[in-house]
Each structure stands twice: as C-alpha cells, then as structure tokens.
C-alpha cells in the first residue's frame, strides 16, 4: 500500500517533497493529470470529474490516503467527493481508503487557528486589519475558499485573491525565468493596485508557485512573510496518518511517478527543484 499524491501536473511536487521528508519510510505514488492541466481555468464539474477519475488511479494503483496535491482540486472537488462518491467506492472496494486536501493545513496555517475553531461576531470594531493576499488559480479565486475559511475564524484578516491566469501553465511548461518573473510581477503590482498597497502576507495558493517562490520573494515588499503550503501540509499530513493507523501507506520508501501525458523526464525547473531528473511512467 502507499500514499498518492495527486495534482493537474507537477506543481504538487512541491507538496510530495515535504511529504517525503516528513514520512521518509512510506511508499508514494505520485499522479500528474498532465493530460488535462491545468485545471485552473475548467469549469467545477470538469475539476471534480478529473480529480475523481486521479484518485480511482491511485487507488486502484495501491494507494489508501490520496493527498490532492493541487488548490484548484481542494477547493472545488474535496467535499463533493467526500459526500457523493468516496463512500461507495469503500464499499466497493472492501477496504480503508480516503481523500485530504490542503486548503485545511493553509487556513489553520493563515490564522494560527484549529480548523474547528470558530470566532464569535461581536460586531465590534476591528482597529487594524490584517491584509493576506492569496495568488491562486482563477478557479480557485472563484470558489472564494480563502476568503470564506478565514472570515469565519479571524475577522481581523481581510482576504484578496490575485486570479493568476495561465501562470501555473507556464510553469508546467518550463517557461524560462524572465517570462515567469515578468508574470508575476504584474500579479503582485495587480494586487497592490487592488488592495491600495502591498499585503502583509502572502499566500501562494497554488502548488505550482512553491516552484518558483523566489519569484514571489523577488516582486513582494522585502521582509514579506510568505505562507508556504508544502511544510503546513507535510505536518498535518504525518499527524494524520500517525492517529489514523487504519491506513496503511507502506513502509519500504518507493516512489513511483505516474502522468496522464507524456512520459519520461520533466523539465529543467523541476529537475532544479527535485535535486534530479525526474522520469514519469505512462497511466496504463
């Protein structure tokens, strides 16, 4: 049995590494739907059918948990899941299986808060807002998840979303680092001129960005405090798997890569931020 890990391309690489470092024992099967990314300009029922389709790879593949390594994929299709389908295919298939996203990781991460924590509204004045900017898919900027979650726990944070159309694209496609920077150079200074002035901090909503978040460091007011997901996610994730020990994710250490596109190596940015080449085998 394993762990999968399972987003639109490569951007959940950035996720799978801490995963790694974090449950150094454990067996990984990574699948990249390379095929259909991105997801983040698709419409919802298109992203909860695709998503459903990875994790019944993964599964079928060996996998008991499957992380959706992917914002777009958390926000839009986790809970659907998990109410329409996740417990037929239990049934089906006779044994513990489930499906985590990484929205739950960030926002307790945003607000220093337990998910279950909810704030009261007293309806008093709030003297200074915090300001968090989130760049994030457009699809995951429509579903509002980061204004929504946070509200609810923190009405001292005040959420905008920068919808950072074709930026995740570019950087499954290996786009070279003066287009990536220009990109997102005119997200940030978007936000910026949005907002009024700079965020206090800085969420990359997308797994796709921790690749290129020097970037992001680059274009954003020095001193910045920037919310990675990949350490947030890797703890709540080994916490989980340590109190939930119904899930068995393998002891031997394999790695296995999966795409729905076209296999073998990936690009340049990838192999710089793995530390190696990379070689994906094809979905049968």
Not at 53 to 61: D, I, K, N, V, Y
Not at 69 to 88: D, E, F, I, P, Y
Not at 161 to 187: F, N, P, V, W, Y
């Amino acid at each position: 049995m394993a762990m999968g890990v399972f987003d639109s391309g490569v951007g959940g690489l950035s996720i799978h590494h801490a995963l790694v470092n974090r449950l150094p024992q454990a067996d990984f099967i990574y699948l990249a739907d390379q095929k259909h990314t991105p997801y983040g300009d698709r419409s919802g029922e298109e992203i909860v059918e695709l998503t459903r389709q990875g994790c019944e790879t993964l599964f079928e593949a060996g996998a008991s948990l499957v992380v959706l390594a992917c914002n777009t994929a958390s926000a839009v299709a986790l809970r659907r899941l998990q109410q329409t389908w996740l417990s037929g295919f239990r049934k089906t298939y006779k044994r513990p299986v489930n499906v985590l996203g990484i929205i739950v990781p960030t926002i307790e991460a945003a607000t220093g808060l337990p998910w279950e924590h909810e704030a009261e509204r007293r309806g008093e004045k709030i003297e200074k807002l915090d300001i968090v900017g989130v760049f994030a898919t457009v699809a995951t900027a429509r579903s509002r998840v980061y204004e929504i979650e946070i509200d609810k726990r923190r009405q001292d944070i005040a959420v905008f979303t920068e919808a950072c159309s074709g930026l995740a694209d570019m950087i499954e496609k290996g786009a070279d680092r003066d287009s990536l920077s220009a990109k997102i150079k005119g997200h940030v200074e978007s936000l910026r001129i949005r907002v009024g002035r700079y965020p206090d901090r800085a969420i990359l909503g997308c797994t796709h960005y921790e690749l290129v978040a020097d970037l992001f460091r680059q274009h954003l007011p020095a001193g910045t405090p920037i919310i990675h997901q990949p350490p947030s996610v890797a703890k709540a994730m080994g916490d989980y798997v340590e109190r939930h020990t119904k899930y068995d994710i393998g002891s031997s250490g394999a790695r296995t890569f999966l795409t729905t596109g076209t296999p073998g190596s990936q690009s340049a940015l990838i192999e710089a931020f793995w530390g190696e080449a990379l070689l994906f085998q094809a979905v049968d």
